[in-house]
């Protein structure tokens, strides 16, 4: 929609231009053209060819800071790895952010003591979450044996 268009039907309530199928400034859709601004399924986690997942830029202004961009991720990965980040006492600032909801990848922005790097940061973050995420897969597979067992014993 152009905002002259969705400002013209606003004023007119022209109502049957707005519910046509005919599209704006006579533009009639066809099949394959989607009408919602949102991507494709797909392209949320399909990694395009040449882009790298996971790129660092240097902060040209703080020392031991920089900024991680990763490709094809949202805040569910963004905030488990800020989380992780604060709890370690040589990261001074971390912080993360999706520039635009439409493009799925988000920005960690990191800075450290002088005797520890934003890349062994996150590194060391990602392998103390791994620990944690296998430590709980452990303790839920446990549970669902022990109820299993619980189960299987009620109905005998």
Same mark, same amino acid.
Request: no cysteine; hydrophobic share 30%; net charge negative.
């Given at each position: 929609f152009f905002f002259s268009d969705l400002l013209d039907v *606003?004023? #007119?309530?022209?109502h049957e231009r707005a519910l046509s199928p005919r599209g704006p400034r006579g533009i009639t859709p066809t099949s394959n053209m989607s =009408?919602? %601004?949102? $991507?494709? #399924?797909?392209?949320?986690?399909? *990694? $395009?060819?040449?882009?790298?997942k996971? #790129?660092?830029?240097?902060?040209?202004?703080?020392?031991?800071?920089?900024?991680f961009v990763v490709e094809k991720e949202d805040h569910t990965l963004g905030n488990i790895v800020r989380m992780q980040l604060l709890e370690d006492n040589r990261v001074y600032f971390?912080?993360?952010r999706m520039p635009h909801p439409l493009d799925h990848k988000i920005d960690i922005q990191v800075q450290t003591s002088a005797d520890w790097t934003p890349a062994a940061a996150v590194i060391h973050a990602c392998e103390k979450l %791994?620990?944690? *995420? %296998?430590?709980?897969?452990?303790?839920?597979?446990?549970?669902?044996?022990?109820?299993?067992?619980? =189960?299987a014993a009620v109905n005998y």
């Open positions: *606003l004023h #007119t309530h022209d =009408m919602a %601004n949102r $991507p494709e #399924t797909y392209e949320l986690v399909v *990694l $395009p060819d040449g882009v790298d996971v #790129t660092f830029e240097k902060d040209k202004k703080i020392e031991n800071a920089g900024k971390a912080g993360y %791994n620990d944690k *995420l %296998n430590r709980l897969e452990e303790k839920f597979d446990a549970e669902v044996a022990r109820k299993q067992h619980e =189960m």
